[in-house]
Every structure is written in C-alpha cells, then in structure tokens.
C-alpha cells in the first residue's frame, strides 16, 4: 500500500492520480481522506482492517489515524472529534459494532457536530467471524441512516457523502461494507481533499450530556429526523432507478447485491437504494406502481422486504432468496426462477469426486502449539476467546472446550468455576484481546474470588487480522515508537499475586507451569510469551529432521498439528513414520521436545 500511494500521489493533497485499482476498503479509505476526515480510529478486524491501515498511508498533518484498544474505544475517539467540530471515522467489523452499540445508542439522540461516519464491514458467509449479523438491523434501533455502496468506486463516492449526510442531519451516519466489496480490487476514478473548516466546540451541555431530562428532549429530534432522512434517500442520487423492457416484475435492492442483479436479470426494471434504512417510501410506492410485482434483493436479513411490506406494498424475497450467507448471481437465477421470471438453470451434473479435508492449522512454530498441547496434559475445562489460537478447538490439537466473542473467556471461567467443576478450569486469551476486553472479567475474577487459571497468550501482535500492532506492542498504527503495557505488571496491579511469564518453546517449563498454576487457590496468570513466527518479522531458525531408524510412528510430533510435519512412507508396526519439511520447519524444537525416542534433531550445520 506504501508503494501504491507513493506511485500515485495518494499522501498528497495536491496532485492525485486520475484513477486508481483499490479495493473497497482503500476506496473507502480515499473517500474520508478527500471528504477531509481529521480524525480516524479503529479496532482491527476483517473484513474491516485494511481501513485504517489505507488511512495510515496518507500524511499525518492531513488525518491522525490510530489503532484503539476497542470498537467502543475508537467511536469514542470519533465522537469527541466530532465534538470539536472536525470529521472523524470509525471502522470496524459488523460484531465490533456490537461492542461499540452503547456509545452509537446515546450519540445519535446527541448528533454530529462535525460529520461522523461508522464504517462498519458485515460478514455474510461467516468468512472469518462468528456469526453474520445484519448491521441494518442495528441502523434501525440507533435510528442511524445507513448508506451500502455496491462497488470500490460507489465505496469512495458513498463515503464522501455521508460526511456531507451527516452533518447536513446532524447525525451519525453508518456506511455499511461486506467481505465482498471491502478486498474486490477495480478501477476508482479518485478525486481531491477538501477540508471543510472546523466547526469549533459544540459548546451546548443540554445536547452533550445525555442525563434524562436532555434525553428526553432529544429523541423526538431522532424520529423528525428519521423522516427528513427518508426523504433524502429517495430524491438523492445515490439512489438509482433502472426501467426496463420487462414489466412484470421490479426489482429493490441495495449495496453488492445490485450487481447480482445486473447479471442475473439485466433486462429487470431496478430500483437501487442508496441505503436500506431509513426506508424512500415515496420512491419505492412510485417504482412499484410501475411494475406488477415487487422482489427485494438482500443479503442477509429481510430487512427492506419487512419494511416494503410494512408500508402496504406487497413484496416477495426470503421466500425466493436465502436468509443466510453470501449472495451468488447462481442464486439469483435459482430464486427468480423459482418466480417464475426466467427459465431454470440447466442442471449441472455432479462430480464424483470427495475433495481432501484440509482443516486449517496453526502455523509452522506457532507459539500457540506448545501453549495448548500442555493445556491438553492437564485435562482443564478451557475456556478460549477469538484469535488464532482458536483453531485449538479442533483436531489435532483439541483443548478447547468453548469459545463465545472477544473476552469472554475470562467471565465463562469464571462461571465454570463458579459452579463446582471437576477439574480446573482455565481461561486463554491473546495478548490484543485481552487488552480490547480481557481486563474488566479479569478484574471481576479476582474480586469474586474465583479459582482459574488464565493462560495469556501474548504473541506480541494482532496476528489474526494480519499483524497490526496494539499497546501492547510498543508502535502505533504508522509504526512509530509507542508506550507499551507491561501484561505481568497490569495483572499484578489489579490484585494477582501468582503471575508467571513462560516461554512456550520450553515444553517442559510450560507444562510445570500450568500444574503450578491450576493447583493454586484464587486466580493465576501464565504468560505464555513468544513473538508470532510472520509478523512482523518472519522468523526462520535451522530446520530439525527426523532419524528414521529411531522413530517409533508413536504420532507425539504429529498430534502437534504442525503443517511441516507429515507422514513418510516408512512404517513402524503398521504406522506410518514422520518427515519433516525443512522448507516450512523454523526450528522451533517443540517436536523434539515431546519426542519420546529422541529422533528429531537439528540439521547439521550447512546442511539447508
């Protein structure tokens, strides 16, 4: 991305480039650096991450962008801009939104001051989340207008004008990406930075501060100004009507799945919303008139189908479309077929072939390996959180019994251990996520007195989005030297008086440790420290290799779930033998380790 803005003028305001291959995320990225965002804040999480990291490419006297410990945090950070009367961001996942709900709630009762917009990136087809939450349920509750681009171009465009929305209606505004547009790369036609000036302090207590007797003066400003904004989404345009030759049926969709329907039905009259909510009514009873039936096209929930309906229209499409996962222009011909609007597809004869499973695995010399192969030997019940030591939870390394959202492994610990177990009970949780929300059930714990365990396990970065720092790393989101959380001393502060950091390469250490740790009585803390072997840095050691005279096929080494070690075609009573690849292997020695024969050795020096 460096070199991208760098070649084409991205970080000035100056001279940029006439167009530019982006993904939705770097578009979206463009569009608040020309609308003139001051200030930019963000918790990483896919789809959303690339985002802020887009921002961060752009000079720094133009926008402060930052990583936040949190979601709530960054639109916090957003708000307090907004409240100097500069344009800020906040960006985030759709379950970030979740998080970050309380805050949205109250300031949309208070408005934007200067414009801000939450990018908030849902997940259809639970790509990488844990669930597929529609965020335009969330926009109806705040009773915050959503905008949902179709592409990288409408991505840049959409989000250029919801810094004007939101200012114009002195309300937040929520832009709503999917997987699909934020990492789909095409051609955007970019445009100029213009500043606006700053507004200046909001300097009104009776709108800033949301006691009850201001609240209740506020929220009929929300439902007047759910009406003006229902107004605007039908005479914008960003919302679009397509006649076609074909009157039998229109179409109203939305966001990406206005370019299924392209595809599918070309020929279809469409009426393309530049949001879901709050609902064009005018626009949507004036499109309908023209057509003899209405289908709505949406991924997700049936939220504009129910709203459509709502308003007298009769409307069809969850009965037509699927209610979950990602839409296809395959499904699109499937449901309007189903409709009666267009011939079914021709069958597709299947292929008699099983693919290979291939689950995902930890990386070669994960320091997660070691952390949760020693949690297995001491047959705890654990409770895990989100991060790639989530993969722990299936084979081979299976020793994780529950995973829920972001920092809720430390409170399920300590329900667990609340209600009399057998066994002890211990908590994991990365060194990011225990920062975004690990730290308040930690505290709990000790103050109800709960005997857990809690194994931190701190790889020194946010290796699941793609190795973006936090405060516990030392640097910022530019990379620049940052104050960093001394983990050992945080815990110690809130009261743990038993906290020991380990390095998990030392198999041996780690187990004794853990032993320790679930014998004592209250809470104690492992941290299992070890940088992550990608980021930031790839890290490569000498390679080990396996004497195959000496192995036993016991399957120690395999049950680590190392992708560099395999099957060879040598057998041991009726087992097949390891190999090891020395092109993937980085000489973590945790195979060696837990090796009962002592087989795997080092590579002999030059030998590569």
Known sequence: MEALAQETGAVSSKKPAEALPLTGNEAIARGAWEAGVKVAAAYPGTPSTEILESLAEYDPADVTAQWSTNEKVALDTAIGASFVGVRALAAMKHVGLNVAADSLMSFSYIGAHGGLVLVVCDDPGIHSSQNEQDTRLFCRLAGVPV????????????????????????????????????????????????????????????????????????????????????????????????????????????????????????????????????????????FAATVDRVVVVEELEPALEEAIRAIGIPAEGKSLFPRLGELSVELLRDGLAKAGLMEAPAPVAPIDIVPMARPPVLCSGCPHTASFFALRSIGAHVAGDIGCYTLAAIDPLRSMDTCVCMGASIGNAVGMAKAGPEKPVVATIGDSTFLHSGIPPL??????????????????????????????????????????????????????????????????????????????????????????????????????????????????????????????????????????????????????????????????????
């Open 147 to 286: 905008l949902e681009p179709a592409d990288a171009q409408e991505a840049l465009e959409f989000t250029r004008a919801a810094f004007e929305l939101s200012e114009r209606f002195d309300t937040p505004v929520i832009l709503r990406g999917t997987t699909r547009l934020s990492h789909t790369r095409s051609v955007v036609r970019v445009g100029t930075r213009s500043v606006p000036p700053s507004r200046g302090f909001v300097g009104d207590h009776t709108r800033t501060v949301t006691i009850p007797a201001n609240a209740r003066r506020l929220h009929p400003k929300v439902i007047a100004r759910e009406a003006a904004l229902a107004e605007w989404m039908g005479t914008t345009p960003l919302t679009r009507r397509e006649d076609g030759p074909d009157r039998r049926c229109g179409i109203v969709t939305s966001g990406l799945a206005y370019l299924y329907v392209k595809e599918a039905a070309p020929d279809l009259p469409v009426l393309k919303l530049a949001g879901s909510y709050p609902l064009a009514v005018e626009a949507i009873r004036d």
């Open 443 to 608: 505290i709990d714990a000790v103050y109800n007195k709960a005997d857990i365990t809690v194994l931190i396990l701190d790889n020194h970065i946010t290796a699941m989005t793609g190795g973006q720092d936090h405060p516990g790393t030392g640097r910022d989101l530019r990379g620049e030297d940052a104050p960093r959380v001394d983990t050992a001393a945080l815990c110690r502060a809130i009261g743990i008086d038993w906290v020991r950091v380990v390095d998990p390469y030392e198999v041996g250490r780690l187990l004794q440790t853990l032993r320790e740790a679930t014998a004592h009585r209250g809470v104690s803390v492992v941290i299992a420290s070890r940088p992550c072997v990608l980021d930031p840095v790839k890290i490569k050691g000498a390679p080990v290799a396996v004497t195959a005279q000496s192995c036993i096929a016991c399957q120690s080494c395999m049950n680590l779930g190392c992708p560099s070690i395999t099957w060879s075609g040598e057998l041991f009573e009726g087992r097949h033998k390891v190999t090891i690849d020395a092109a993937t292997c980085i000489g973590c020695t945790i195979c060696a380790q837990v090796c009962p024969t002592d087989c795997i050795q080092p590579v002999a020096t030059g030998v590569h």
